[in-house]
């Protein structure tokens, strides 16, 4: 199934896409359907529809309870960021204050000069889990959508710790759809990613390199605080983000960002001045 969370004039609806269309599913978003144990059945279900072309696409999960982001997590882009590759995965918060709809405009913030794109596979959890084993794990994964984990850089890096260039407000895209695994080849996919910025790829991997996947991701962080329904975990860019360029590269307003991944569909964002 492909599940979404668009916006009405209502307010927003959880649907399913249909061939040409989106079912409502009866429930507000896909955090409060992720809610329901038997919210797999409950996705099936019958419902008013929406042209799928007009859609207007919010953050998948508008409200998560948490954001947990990987860093380091592709060997090439390890190696482009001059590091060693990890023993553990590096972990960083984001809040649902930073998330966007697949297609709506990033705002550059006046304060920086290095925004700059980063395309995650995200995971979407659909089970409370907390100390996860291999299977319950594998269990809590609803599905998989696209993120754009959007960095100012020259905020990142201004300490050690890289929280304040990653939590920018309204900069972050994720969706449009959640993907279930049966649809990409179960919960360790191999899925082409990629970013394109004016027509020109500036980021190309494959999911399946991932030096930790998302079984292992769910059963790290389950390990260190519980994990619930509608949280998302980012995993990680590869390389070819702009801040690792000779010379760096950075998104300026005007420029059209596309991050895309096989199978889940793609953020299409522009970005515009403040």
Same mark, same amino acid.
């Given at each position: 199934? +492909?599940?979404?969370?668009?916006?009405?004039?209502?307010?927003?609806?959880?649907?399913?896409? !249909?061939?040409?269309?989106?079912?409502?599913?009866?429930?507000?978003?896909?955090?409060?359907?992720?809610?329901?144990?038997?919210?797999?059945?409950?996705?099936?279900?019958?419902?008013?529809?929406?042209?799928?072309?007009?859609?207007?696409?919010?953050?998948?999960?508008?409200?998560?309870? +948490?954001?947990?982001?990987? #860093?380091?997590?592709?060997?090439?882009?390890? @190696?482009?960021?001059?590091?060693?590759?990890?023993?553990?995965?590096?972990?960083?918060? @984001?809040?649902?204050?930073?998330?966007?709809?697949? #297609?709506?405009?990033?705002? +550059?913030?006046?304060?920086? !000069?290095?925004?700059?794109?980063?395309?995650?596979?995200?995971?979407?959890?659909? @089970?409370? %889990?907390?100390?996860? !084993?291999?299977?319950?794990?594998?269990?809590?994964?609803?599905?998989?959508?696209?993120?754009?984990?959007?960095?100012?850089?020259?905020?990142?890096?201004?300490?050690?710790?890289?929280?304040?260039?990653?939590?920018?407000?309204?900069?972050?895209?994720?969706?449009?759809?959640?993907?279930?695994?049966?649809?990409?080849?179960?919960?360790?996919?191999?899925?082409? %990613?990629?970013?394109?910025?004016?027509?020109?790829?500036?980021?190309?991997?494959?999911?399946?390199?991932?030096?930790?996947?998302? %079984?292992?991701?769910?059963?790290?962080?389950?390990?260190?605080?519980?994990?619930?329904?509608?949280?998302?975990?980012?995993?990680?860019?590869?390389?070819?983000?702009?801040?690792?360029?000779?010379? @760096?590269?950075?998104?300026?307003?005007?420029?059209?960002? %596309?991050?895309?991944?096989?199978?889940?569909?793609?953020?299409?964002?522009?970005?515009?001045?403040?």
């Amino acid at each position: 199934m +492909k599940l979404a969370t668009i916006r009405t004039a209502d307010g927003t609806r959880a649907v399913r896409l !249909d061939g040409e269309v989106l079912v409502d599913l009866g429930y507000a978003d896909l955090g409060e359907l992720f809610a329901e144990a038997d919210w797999r059945e409950r996705a099936t279900a019958p419902g008013a529809t929406y042209p799928a072309a007009d859609a207007d696409f919010a953050p998948v999960v508008p409200h998560p309870s +948490k954001v947990v982001c990987v #860093g380091h997590n592709y060997t090439d882009h390890i @190696k482009e960021m001059g590091r060693e590759l990890p023993r553990y995965p590096t972990l960083f918060p @984001k809040f649902a204050e930073t998330l966007l709809g697949a #297609g709506d405009d990033i705002v +550059k913030p006046a304060e920086t !000069d290095a925004l700059d794109w980063e395309v995650e596979l995200a995971v979407v959890i659909g @089970k409370r %889990v907390r100390r996860a !084993d291999e299977q319950q794990a594998a269990d809590a994964i609803a599905g998989f959508t696209v993120m754009n984990d959007i960095s100012a850089r020259d905020w990142q890096f201004r300490t050690i710790e890289w929280t304040q260039g990653k939590i920018w407000e309204a900069t972050t895209p994720v969706g449009p759809y959640v993907v279930t695994p049966d649809e990409v080849g179960g919960v360790r996919p191999a899925l082409q %990613v990629r970013t394109v910025v004016d027509g020109e790829v500036r980021q190309r991997d494959d999911t399946g390199t991932l030096l930790f996947d998302p %079984v292992f991701l769910v059963r790290y962080i389950s390990t260190v605080i519980t994990l619930r329904p509608g949280d998302i975990i980012a995993t990680g860019t590869p390389a070819g983000v702009g801040n690792a360029r000779d010379p @760096k590269v950075f998104l300026r307003p005007g420029d059209t960002v %596309v991050t895309e991944i096989s199978g889940l569909g793609a953020c299409v964002n522009k970005v515009v001045e403040a």
